[in-house]
């Protein structure tokens, strides 16, 4: 077995997309997860080597199938697309498949400053999950990454920005 083998959650995505390509890079085998494997990023990560698998973070009978023979996971979830709720729906049920599986260690990326009740229901949602992770006594790292530049660049960003709808 390669221990250098990676599940990636959110693969297609900013930091999924660019994890995913980083470890490829470095000779890790990738297992990257994404809803569309038809997707042009999903083709894009299949040509440089990953292995492209389907599956949905809502439904932990898919995701549960994509844990087989891994090792370290890599759990992102898109708010633009599911909300605060569903972040916080979405972590619990990886990191519960992670668990199921036994996986030696699970990477979480969350946001803000890790503190609760910030007001930031993005933040506060991720501040959730890593609770919820410490509640289930598995071996995992939290990583909050800075904002992608091209955040400034997204219409909706950059009016919500403009009228205080932080």
């Not at 809803?35 to 292995?51: F, I, V």
């Not at 049920?93 to 699970?106: E, F, G, M, S, T």
């Amino acid at each position: 077995m390669n221990l250098k083998q990676a599940l990636v959650f959110g693969a297609t995505g900013n930091i999924g997309g660019a994890t995913s390509c980083e470890l490829l890079n470095r000779g890790w085998l990738v297992r990257a997860v994404t809803r569309n494997p038809e997707s042009q990023k999903a083709k894009a990560l299949a040509e440089a080597g990953a292995d492209i698998v389907q599956a949905d973070m809502e439904d932990i009978n898919s995701i549960k199938n994509v844990f087989d023979g891994i090792t370290i996971v890599l759990s992102v979830q898109n708010w633009y697309l599911c909300g605060a709720e569903g972040e916080i729906r979405q972590g619990k049920l990886v990191a519960d498949a992670a668990k199921a599986a036994d996986v030696n260690h699970l990477v979480y990326i969350s946001a803000g400053d890790g503190q609760e009740n910030s007001g930031v229901p993005h933040f506060d949602s991720k501040v959730e999950v890593q609770k919820y992770l410490q509640s289930l006594q598995i071996p995992f790292t939290v990583i909050r990454p800075a904002p992608f530049m091209e955040l400034l660049a997204e219409k909706s960003f950059s009016l919500n920005y403009l009228h205080g709808d932080q």
